[in-house]
Protein backbone atom coordinates (compact mmCIF):
# COMPACT_ATOMS: atom_id res chain seq x y z
CA UNK A 1 0.00 0.00 0.00
CA UNK A 2 0.92 3.56 -1.06
CA UNK A 3 1.79 5.67 1.80
CA UNK A 4 2.74 9.78 1.45
CA UNK A 5 3.91 11.72 4.25
CA UNK A 6 4.08 15.16 3.88
CA UNK A 7 6.63 17.59 5.86
CA UNK A 8 8.24 21.73 5.45
CA UNK A 9 5.08 23.62 6.12
CA UNK A 10 4.51 26.24 8.71
CA UNK A 11 4.27 29.68 9.37
CA UNK A 12 6.36 32.39 6.83
CA UNK A 13 6.12 36.11 5.88
CA UNK A 14 4.52 37.23 2.56
CA UNK A 15 7.54 37.44 0.49
CA UNK A 16 9.13 34.31 1.73
CA UNK A 17 9.82 30.73 0.69
CA UNK A 18 9.00 27.25 2.01
CA UNK A 19 9.76 23.82 0.29
CA UNK A 20 7.45 21.10 0.96
CA UNK A 21 8.95 17.00 0.79
CA UNK A 22 6.34 13.92 0.51
CA UNK A 23 8.20 10.88 1.09
CA UNK A 24 6.64 8.25 -0.44
CA UNK A 25 6.97 4.13 0.40
CA UNK A 26 4.92 1.08 -0.04
CA UNK A 27 5.30 0.51 -4.24
CA UNK A 28 8.29 1.44 -7.03
CA UNK A 29 8.02 5.20 -6.87
CA UNK A 30 9.66 5.82 -10.21
CA UNK A 31 6.40 4.70 -11.80
CA UNK A 32 3.78 6.79 -10.05
CA UNK A 33 2.80 10.28 -11.18
CA UNK A 34 2.88 12.60 -8.06
CA UNK A 35 1.30 15.83 -7.15
CA UNK A 36 0.32 18.25 -4.38
CA UNK A 37 -3.24 20.10 -4.18
CA UNK A 38 -3.94 22.60 -1.68
CA UNK A 39 -6.95 23.33 0.21
CA UNK A 40 -7.65 26.83 1.39
CA UNK A 41 -11.02 27.22 4.38
CA UNK A 42 -13.51 27.51 2.45
CA UNK A 43 -12.69 26.51 -0.56
CA UNK A 44 -12.51 23.26 -2.56
CA UNK A 45 -8.98 21.53 -3.31
CA UNK A 46 -6.86 22.59 -5.84
CA UNK A 47 -4.63 21.28 -8.19
CA UNK A 48 -0.99 22.96 -7.71
CA UNK A 49 1.53 20.52 -9.31
CA UNK A 50 2.73 17.24 -11.00
CA UNK A 51 5.36 15.39 -11.71
CA UNK A 52 4.53 12.59 -14.02
CA UNK A 53 6.73 9.28 -13.73
CA UNK A 54 7.68 10.06 -17.68
CA UNK A 55 9.60 12.82 -16.53
CA UNK A 56 7.35 15.74 -17.15
CA UNK A 57 6.09 18.41 -14.57
CA UNK A 58 2.87 20.64 -14.61
CA UNK A 59 2.43 23.76 -12.70
CA UNK A 60 -0.62 25.33 -12.55
CA UNK A 61 -1.21 28.44 -14.24
CA UNK A 62 -1.04 31.17 -11.49
CA UNK A 63 1.55 29.80 -9.76
CA UNK A 64 4.34 29.68 -12.35
CA UNK A 65 7.20 31.47 -11.72
CA UNK A 66 6.65 31.14 -8.11
CA UNK A 67 6.16 27.61 -7.48
CA UNK A 68 8.28 24.59 -8.96
CA UNK A 69 7.67 20.46 -8.30
CA UNK A 70 10.81 18.22 -8.41
CA UNK A 71 11.23 14.49 -7.47
CA UNK A 72 14.62 12.64 -6.56
CA UNK A 73 13.92 8.67 -7.38
CA UNK A 74 16.35 7.83 -5.59
CA UNK A 75 15.01 9.14 -2.74
CA UNK A 76 11.72 8.30 -3.18
CA UNK A 77 10.67 11.90 -2.39
CA UNK A 78 8.28 14.86 -4.60
CA UNK A 79 9.20 18.88 -3.73
CA UNK A 80 7.15 21.60 -3.66
CA UNK A 81 9.35 24.59 -3.57
CA UNK A 82 7.86 27.98 -3.02
CA UNK A 83 8.99 31.47 -3.61
CA UNK A 84 7.48 34.42 -2.96
CA UNK A 85 4.22 33.27 -1.10
CA UNK A 86 1.61 35.35 -0.26
CA UNK A 87 -1.10 35.51 1.92
CA UNK A 88 -3.64 33.28 -0.16
CA UNK A 89 -1.45 30.83 -0.57
CA UNK A 90 -2.29 30.07 3.21
CA UNK A 91 -3.83 26.35 2.79
CA UNK A 92 -3.62 22.78 3.41
CA UNK A 93 -0.68 21.66 0.96
CA UNK A 94 -1.87 17.70 0.34
CA UNK A 95 0.93 15.80 -1.40
CA UNK A 96 -0.62 12.98 -4.21
CA UNK A 97 0.26 9.63 -6.09
CA UNK A 98 -1.08 7.60 -8.86
CA UNK A 99 -0.31 4.80 -10.85
CA UNK A 100 -2.16 3.76 -14.87
CA UNK A 101 -4.99 5.86 -13.72
CA UNK A 102 -6.37 9.55 -14.18
CA UNK A 103 -7.96 9.71 -10.45
CA UNK A 104 -5.19 10.45 -8.33
CA UNK A 105 -5.36 7.28 -5.33
CA UNK A 106 -3.49 7.95 -2.64
CA UNK A 107 -3.25 11.57 -0.39
CA UNK A 108 -1.00 12.46 2.03
CA UNK A 109 -2.29 13.44 5.51
CA UNK A 110 -1.28 17.37 4.46
CA UNK A 111 0.68 19.90 5.78
CA UNK A 112 -0.06 23.61 6.74
CA UNK A 113 1.28 26.28 5.08
CA UNK A 114 0.32 29.92 6.58
CA UNK A 115 1.58 32.92 5.02
CA UNK A 116 1.24 36.11 7.40
CA UNK A 117 0.73 39.66 5.71
Known amino acids: QVQLVESGGGLVQAGGSLRLSCAFS????????MGWFRQAPGKEREFVAAFYWYDTADIADFMKGRFTISRDNAKNTVYLQMNSLKPEDTAVYYC???????????WGQGTQVTVSS
Open 26 to 33: GRTFARYD
Open 96 to 106: TARAGSSNWNY
